[in-house]
């Protein structure tokens, strides 16, 4: 047993500082998740052509919890493979091969936003589109730095004048009190504006759907935004209250945006293949919605849940 899992199933309590989630949902997602990759592994044996029995070559040194449990830390805490080889008891390149076999089944087992978690069934996403209508859903966006791409063409894609360096930039849309996330995008270049953003997915919602955004989507009819501060001149004190009080019902979602940042590998400078990016981030958005208890595992969705 690594001394990491060793000291969780210890120190239970501990659990949400090393890798984001209560003890008892981790357990969840671990059951979970054994269960997805054994139906996977049942179904590429049923695909082979066998001369001799399965079941031969190298075990692996790593229990199925510890892989698990070492994907999470690392998208925690992004410290080095190396390291977390170590961690451990692994190579680095070990380390490397679980991390990157893990991501995706845990990114198929975790829908990113309530409008992935219903869009299979098509009557179920009309639905809750419909409902949907009746809140004000709130939206807003945020950069990631990225290595330097090597290319002059990409460098110039991505790179931000905002931030004056090369960024991921993506968005978020929630409920208004920030009780789930109803639609994430990940991994546009940063040179992107918000309004440009949110246009491209806008027919992920109703045409009735109402949103409440800031600045950066001025123009944009279907986005309450707060009052811009005229050239030269300044805001009347009613304007400023009107502001403020525009801000506070905001903040729930610079709160859920704090929750996906918690995740140091989203926190810190993106130092994955770049093309991973987007199946990083929409799984940390998973992670983050099995964290609040808006996603339940094995996966539910009801209408009722969203009144």
Known sequence: MSDILKHIEENPKETRRLIGLEYEQLQQLIENAEQLNYEKQ???ESKKIRIIAGGGGRKPKLSVKEQIILTLVYLRQMTTFQLLGI???????????????????????????????VKKNESDLIVVQEILTEYELIVDSYEQFRERPGDNEEQEKYFSGKKSNHTFKSQIIIMPDGRDIVDVVAGEPGTKSDITMFRENRDNFDPKQSFKGDLGD????????PIKKPRNKELTSDQKKSNKAFSSKRIFVEHRIRSVKIFRVVQDRFRLNPKKYEQVILTICGLVRLRIRALILPLEISAMSLG
Do not use: H, K, M
Request: hydrophobic residues 40%; contains cysteine; aromatic residues 10%.
């Open 218 to 225: 001025l123009g944009e009819d279907l986005i309450d935004t």
């Open 42 to 44: 049942a179904l590429r």
């Open 87 to 117: 961690q451990f008891g692994v190579s680095e390149s070990t380390a490397n091969d679980t991390f990157n076999y893990w991501l995706p089944i845990l990114r198929e087992l975790l829908p990113c936003s309530l409008l992935e978690q």
